[in-house]
C-alpha cells in the first residue's frame, strides 16, 4: 500500500450539517430570509458561520448562551455523520 494522498480528491460536503444548521436557523428567527450560514472546511474540520439579524440574536444564543450550546451539540453529532468535526459561531447579519 502507498502511503501517498489523492490530493484530486474532493471531499463531500458535510450535506447533514449544513442542512441542520440551516433548519434551526430559519426556525428560530422572525425574518428566516435574512439568516445566512458560510461554511469553510480546513482538513477534517469544517467552520460554521451563522448570521443572524440583530433583533433575533438573543433568542439564538438564549440565556447564559443555552441556545446556541445546544445548537453546537447537534451540528456536532450531524457533522460526525458527515465524518468531519465541526463548530459554530454567531454573528449579526452583514
Known amino acids: 500500500m502507498s ?10 460536503e458535510p450535506t447533514q450539517a449544513i442542512n441542520l ?7 428560530m428567527v422572525s425574518a428566516n430570509e435574512a439568516v445566512e450560514v458560510e461554511w469553510t472546511r480546513t482538513g477534517n474540520t469544517v467552520k460554521f ?5 440583530s433583533a433575533d440574536m438573543g433568542k439564538v444564543i438564549g440565556k447564559g448562551g443555552r441556545i446556541a450550546n445546544a445548537i453546537r451539540t447537534l451540528v456536532r453529532v450531524a457533522g460526525a ?8 459561531e454567531f454573528s449579526e447579519a452583514r
Not at 444548521?21 to 426556525?27: D, E, I, K, N, P
Not at 455523520?81 to 459554530?88: A, I
Open 21 to 27: 444548521l440551516t433548519y434551526l436557523g430559519h426556525s
Open 3 to 12: 502511503d501517498e494522498q489523492d490530493f484530486n480528491t474532493v471531499e463531500p
Open 81 to 88: 455523520k458527515d465524518g468531519v468535526e465541526t463548530s459554530v
Open 49 to 53: 458561520t451563522v448570521y443572524v439579524p
